[in-house]
């Protein structure tokens, strides 16, 4: 029997997640420990944002087991957009230009979807 969509983008969520709780402690180490600098600090949450995505493509691949591309591409855009949400809600606003913001989309949605690719 499939499962629904809420559970399977939920479990994805879940995973993709912890992995970025996980990866930006680590980022955070190592800006601690090794006083990293602002560039490689930005470059170092885009890896974050694409290892999270990929993973929850994956983990959304597997669950779904048909149109897998299409729970990764999912995936990646809902994660996208809650963390669009959270940062309007934290920074009363966006302090970013529309590029970045793209950029972030392109990201989180093709890393996803590569993920669901794999599964």
Known sequence: MEKSILRILLGALLAAYLVTALLLLGLAFGLYRLQLDESQISLGVSAVYI???LI???????????????????CGSVYFLILLGLTYAFQN???????????????????????????
């Open 51 to 53: 290892a999270a995505c």
């Open 56 to 74: 929850g493509g994956i983990v959304a691949g597997k669950r779904a087991r048909s149109r897998r591309f299409l729970w990764g591409l999912a």
């Open 93 to 119: 606003g966006f302090h970013s230009d529309a590029r970045e913001i793209a950029l972030s989309f392109l990201m989180c949605a093709g890393a996803g979807t590569l993920g669901g690719m794999i599964s």
